[in-house]
Each structure stands twice: as C-alpha cells, then as structure tokens.
C-alpha cells in the first residue's frame, strides 16, 4: 500500500524577488530541482477545511503547541480522473507530520458528499488506513470545505542532503465562491505579488552554509500561515480569539537561523 508519512522541521521566511533570484544563484552549486514539474516549478491548488465555529483556524493563529489541518490538493492542470493528494498536517513544537494518501480527485469529491459506504470500503484510495483517519479527524471536528489556496512553486533538493528540501510560493492566491480545485489556480492575492514565502525543510538543523547565505542575504523567519491569512482575507477581517489562549507577545523577527524556526507574526503588505 502507498503511505507517504512526513517528519521534519521547517522554518519559513518572508523575502522578496531579488532576495529569491540571489539565494536561488547562492545555493546552486548544493541544490537540484526537484524531479517534478518543469525545472522542479509547479502549481499548487489546495482545497482546505474548517469547522463552523473555525476552530482550525482558531488553533493555527494562537500557535497552540499541537495542532492539525486537513486538505485535498492537486498539482498543475487537474481533472476529476487526476491523482489528488488528501492529507492530514500536524504540527507539534515545530515539528511537522503529515500522513497522506492518493485517490482520484473525483472519488475524493464522491466521499466529501457522502455517497460512500460507512466504512470507506467502497474507496479507490492508496490506504484505507489513512483515509479512516482522515475521516475521523473530519467528523471530529465537523470538518467543511472552507476555501481554495494556490500558488506557484520553485522546489528544490540537497545534492548530498536529499533530506533537505527548499521551495518558493510566489502569486499566492484564496477563493471561496468555487471549491473546485479541478479549475485551477486563481483567486484574490493575499500577499504582495513581489514577496515570496521561502520554506526549509529539514530533517534536523539547517546546515551551517546555508544558514549563513540566508543571514547574508538578510532573510527574516516569519511564520507564514497560508490558511491563516487566507481566511482573514476572504472574511474581510482578523477573526476574535474567543475560547482560546493568547499567545505571548511576540519577538523581533530572526534573520537567517540554524535549527528550530520561530513563531513569528508574517506581517502581509
């Protein structure tokens, strides 16, 4: 059976074009273009779930220490016969799990409408075992579609480290009028179209000479909720924190950085 089971650190930074053009230059020599898409580049589309009382997004924004979503994700041009990627993404003090199966993008719509056995027998999917989950996780919490977040990706491998992983979201975009994520990547920006959301995702540290081109090249972690933002845009305002903790004041942002990532605000223009 095909499980695809992620563990690892990420720490995400804010920066802009130039600084993307000048790291991607920087870091060539240690890094490969990821094997899909054209030269590892690529479109995302993500349809991403909530609650009616958004408690997904209440446990993302007040940073609680351990917290999940759920979404249904699709790469490049989709139809309802592609391969769509349905996961479950935990986060638990900066480390993140992800436990993922492939179905059918048509077999997952076929199951978000209930024309399925109670026992998910009746599923094309490459794992029962985390399709029950993700049903469990679902009905827990009352799970809706809530929204669509696209964007363009440029990813890319360690040569010698194939553990560590970097990718850039440019043209970062959300929807809620059409769920559909078959009809692809558009929608409102919630990002300034000259910032770019880098990711580094490692299995431990990040290594010494890539942290110090990133300290050169002053690039700032800040945490960088898509969902977050994204609902925050499509609802036209910060949502209340009631019912939950207040995170602690936050710091300075961190400029480069060699292992665990902050929890810093991402401040969007």
Same mark, same amino acid.
């Given at each position: 059976?095909?499980?695809?089971?992620?563990?690892?650190?990420?720490?995400?930074?804010?920066?802009?074009?130039?600084?993307?053009?000048?790291?991607?230059?920087?870091?060539? +020599?240690?890094?490969?273009?990821?094997?899909?898409?054209?030269?590892?580049?690529?479109?995302?589309?993500?349809?991403?779930?909530?609650? +009616?009382?958004?408690?997904?997004?209440?446990?993302?924004?007040?940073?609680?220490?351990?917290?999940?979503?759920?979404?249904?994700?699709?790469?490049?041009?989709?139809?309802?016969?592609?391969?769509?990627?349905?996961?479950?993404?935990?986060?638990?003090?900066?480390?993140?799990?992800?436990?993922?199966?492939?179905?059918?993008?048509?077999?997952?719509?076929?199951?978000?409408?209930?024309?399925?056995?109670?026992?998910?027998?009746?599923?094309?999917?490459?794992?029962?075992?985390?399709?029950?989950?993700?049903?469990?996780?679902?009905?827990?919490?009352?799970?809706?579609?809530?929204?669509?977040?696209?964007?363009?990706?440029?990813?890319?491998?360690?040569?010698?480290?194939?553990?560590?992983?970097?990718?850039?979201?440019?043209?970062?975009?959300?929807?809620?009028?059409?769920?559909?994520?078959?009809?692809?990547?558009?929608?409102?920006?919630?990002?300034?179209?000259?910032?770019?959301?880098?990711?580094?995702?490692?299995?431990?540290?990040?290594?010494?000479?890539?942290?110090?081109?990133?300290?050169?090249?002053?690039?700032?972690?800040?945490?960088?909720?898509?969902?977050?933002?994204?609902?925050?845009?499509?609802?036209?305002?910060?949502?209340?924190?009631?019912?939950?903790?207040? +995170?602690?004041?936050?710091?300075?942002?961190?400029?480069?950085?060699?292992?665990?990532?902050?929890?810093?605000?991402?401040?969007?223009?």
């Amino acid at each position: 059976m095909a499980i695809e089971i992620f563990s690892r650190k990420e720490q995400k930074y804010l920066i802009t074009r130039h600084q993307y053009e000048e790291l991607v230059e920087r870091i060539g +020599p240690k890094m490969r273009n990821d094997k899909n898409g054209t030269e590892g580049r690529y479109s995302v589309t993500s349809l991403y779930f909530d609650s +009616p009382d958004k408690s997904i997004y209440f446990e993302t924004k007040n940073k609680l220490k351990y917290r999940q979503k759920l979404r249904l994700r699709v790469y490049d041009e989709a139809d309802l016969n592609s391969t769509a990627f349905f996961e479950v993404k935990q986060k638990h003090k900066k480390v993140v799990n992800k436990r993922r199966m492939l179905l059918p993008l048509g077999e997952a719509y076929r199951y978000l409408e209930g024309d399925i056995k109670e026992d998910l027998s009746d599923i094309n999917t490459s794992n029962r075992q985390v399709m029950k989950e993700i049903d469990y996780f679902r009905k827990y919490y009352n799970l809706k579609p809530e929204m669509v977040v696209s964007y363009s990706r440029h990813a890319l491998h360690g040569v010698t480290d194939p553990e560590l992983r970097i990718t850039f979201d440019f043209d970062l975009k959300c929807r809620k009028d059409d769920l559909h994520i078959e009809n692809g990547p558009y929608g409102n920006h919630f990002i300034d179209s000259d910032l770019v959301v880098l990711e580094v995702k490692v299995d431990h540290a990040v290594p010494l000479w890539l942290a110090r081109i990133l300290q050169d090249l002053n690039c700032e972690q800040r945490s960088a909720s898509k969902f977050c933002t994204s609902t925050e845009l499509l609802d036209g305002e910060v949502l209340p924190q009631t019912g939950y903790t207040e +995170p602690k004041e936050l710091e300075q942002p961190t400029i480069g950085g060699m292992e665990d990532g902050s929890d810093h605000e991402l401040v969007y223009i």
